[in-house]
């Protein structure tokens, strides 16, 4: 049974110390300790001197069950892996393999034991390099018990989020037909808001947006400007894919309104726990209907955050895994 993991990964959002703790460490390795399992932490961002020694060194020490890495880039060398496979069960969470396979994950994927991947479309595809030991999760939420049903509004409609070419070009439509979003995050004006403030835009946004950040092809976009097509042509991220907003938005008490991604209906009956939209045209619609009917759009956001925070935290996805882990180490 695994009770002792070694875990590596980062302690800073971006691995930086002034962007506060990291959503991977309050997700993963507190989730793994609020469980109870004996977790030793190394972290890819402490100033180690030898961070490959300091990981070998640790895992000689403590001899962990498991070792759990989320491998982002290559903070992990090669030989470092070759010799924790070779003593130990280790175990990666490949996140982003709708874009990132080809080029990140399948040039690691054999140097760990098993693998836990969010992209149901990358499992073969993991089979094809010889890779058998797939395990299938999702990215996910914080819990929260914030009371979710008497709400005081502070805004309609608002996104929070990086200001990416696409996000800003879509904001901006919206706002030439009549709808306003508040937008937070990096290169808006409103700036990068707290995990806690976070928390409590979603709930007291009567609409969340979930706007896309992989390549648009929206020809009125594209159109608008130049540099749109030259920054598509470019973008490595040219997949969708289900990120951890869309759970958070309703664990955290809001109704959500996403951009439609493949898969997306293996955790949420859209249209009666999430709305989705495919459009620009869809989310105008979209928004002023909700907007207007205020007893639809909150059946749907109160069914959606009881969805979400009975299946959809991160303690739901470790449980699940582990037992997956469990059974490949045997």
């Given at each position: 049974?695994?009770?002792?993991?070694?875990?590596?990964?980062?302690?800073?959002?971006?691995?930086?110390?002034?962007?506060?703790?990291?959503?991977?460490?309050k997700?993963?390795?507190?989730?793994?300790?609020?469980?109870?399992?004996?977790?030793?932490?190394?972290?890819?961002?402490?100033?180690?001197?030898?961070?490959?020694?300091?990981?070998?060194?640790?895992?000689k020490?403590?001899?962990?069950?498991?070792?759990?890495?989320?491998?982002?880039?290559?903070?992990?060398?090669?030989?470092?892996?070759?010799?924790?496979?070779?003593?130990?069960?280790?175990?990666?969470?490949?996140?982003?393999d709708?874009?990132?396979?080809?080029?990140?994950?399948?040039?690691?994927?054999n140097?760990?034991?098993?693998?836990?991947?969010?992209?149901?479309?990358?499992?073969?595809?993991?089979?094809?390099?010889?890779?058998?030991?797939?395990?299938?999760?999702?990215?996910?939420?914080?819990?929260?018990?914030?009371?979710?049903?008497?709400?005081?509004?502070?805004?309609?409609?608002?996104?929070?989020?990086?200001?990416?070419?696409?996000?800003?070009?879509?904001?901006?439509?919206l706002?030439?037909?009549?709808?306003?979003v508040?937008?937070?995050?990096?290169?808006?004006?409103?700036?990068?808001v707290?995990?806690?403030?976070?928390?409590?835009?979603?709930?007291?946004?009567?609409?969340?947006?979930?706007?896309?950040?992989s390549?648009?092809?929206?020809?009125?976009?594209l159109?608008?400007?130049?540099?749109?097509?030259?920054?598509?042509?470019?973008?490595?991220?040219?997949?969708?894919?289900?990120?951890?907003?869309?759970?958070?938005?309703?664990?955290?008490?809001?109704?959500?309104?996403?951009?439609?991604?493949?898969?997306?209906?293996?955790?949420?009956?859209?249209?009666?726990?999430?709305?989705?939209?495919?459009?620009?045209?869809?989310?105008?619609?979209?928004?002023?209907?909700?907007?207007?009917?205020?007893?639809?759009?909150?059946?749907?956001?109160?069914?959606?955050?009881?969805?979400?925070?009975?299946?959809?935290?991160?303690?739901?996805?470790?449980?699940?895994?582990?037992?997956?882990?469990?059974?490949?180490?045997?």
């Amino acid at each position: 049974m695994i009770k002792k993991i070694l875990y590596i990964g980062s302690q800073y959002e971006y691995s930086k110390k002034e962007n506060g703790e990291a959503l991977n460490k309050k997700a993963f390795y507190n989730s793994f300790v609020a469980l109870g399992y004996d977790v030793i932490p190394v972290w890819y961002d402490n100033d180690s001197t030898d961070l490959q020694k300091e990981i070998l060194t640790q895992a000689k020490n403590i001899k962990p069950d498991i070792v759990f890495c989320i491998l982002q880039e290559n903070q992990i060398e090669i030989e470092t892996l070759k010799s924790l496979k070779e003593n130990f069960f280790t175990v990666n969470w490949f996140g982003d393999d709708q874009w990132r396979f080809d080029n990140f994950s399948s040039k690691y994927a054999n140097y760990f034991d098993a693998c836990i991947t969010t992209d149901k479309f990358s499992v073969d595809k993991y089979k094809e390099i010889g890779q058998e030991n797939i395990i299938r999760s999702q990215w996910a939420s914080l819990p929260s018990t914030v009371d979710y049903e008497k709400v005081e509004y502070k805004y309609d409609v608002t996104f929070i989020g990086g200001a990416s070419r696409f996000r800003q070009w879509f904001v901006k439509e919206l706002e030439k037909r009549g709808i306003k979003v508040h937008c937070f995050g990096f290169n808006w004006d409103n700036g990068r808001v707290s995990y806690e403030e976070m928390e409590e835009i979603f709930l007291t946004s009567k609409i969340n947006l979930n706007i896309s950040n992989s390549t648009q092809y929206d020809i009125r976009y594209l159109l608008a400007n130049p540099r749109n097509i030259i920054n598509t042509l470019r973008a490595a991220k040219n997949k969708s894919q289900t990120k951890a907003r869309i759970f958070e938005i309703p664990v955290q008490g809001g109704f959500e309104l996403t951009e439609y991604v493949p898969s997306l209906e293996d955790y949420f009956n859209i249209g009666e726990e999430i709305s989705c939209y495919r459009d620009i045209d869809e989310a105008e619609l979209l928004i002023k209907y909700y907007l207007a009917h205020d007893d639809e759009r909150e059946a749907i956001k109160l069914a959606g955050v009881k969805r979400a925070r009975l299946e959809h935290t991160f303690k739901n996805r470790i449980v699940d895994f582990m037992l997956e882990v469990e059974k490949i180490k045997g």
